[in-house]
Nanobody, 122 residues
């Protein structure tokens, strides 16, 4: 019932910024918790941020704390990830996900986007 499409990835230099967007469609979006995950080559997919419908629940990975901010505009059915002070180790495919639970566990998310590539050069 929900489809997710990521956008905003690209190539940036270390220290630069990007804003990712995840557009959701489908009637089941209302009330869903959403999250960003990322996967680098040869590594497992890892959680980056999560945010509930109201924003009362948020989670941020230690590796991006203080640099990345997740927020959502429910009227536009869109979640964003503002990434500042990017580092080469942030290079990965970034996926958005939606589910019915407040969690950073990938298995808790029912719907997934196709991903968008973020590459940070040194």
């Amino acid at each position: 019932q929900v489809q997710l499409v990521e956008s905003g990835g690209g190539l940036v230099q270390a220290g630069g910024s990007l804003r990712l967007a995840c557009a959701a469609s489908g009637r089941s979006f209302i009330g869903y918790t959403m999250a960003w995950f990322r996967q680098a080559p040869g590594k497992e997919r890892e959680p980056v941020t999560a945010i509930s419908w109201s924003g009362s629940y948020t989670a941020v990975a230690d590796s991006v704390k203080g640099r990345f901010t997740c927020f959502r505009d429910n009227a536009k059915n869109t979640m964003y990830l503002q990434m500042n002070s990017l580092k080469p180790e942030d290079t990965a495919v970034y996926f958005c996900a939606a589910g019915v639970s407040d969690s950073t566990h990938s298995g808790s998310y029912r719907y997934w986007g196709q991903g968008t590539q973020v590459t940070v050069s040194s």
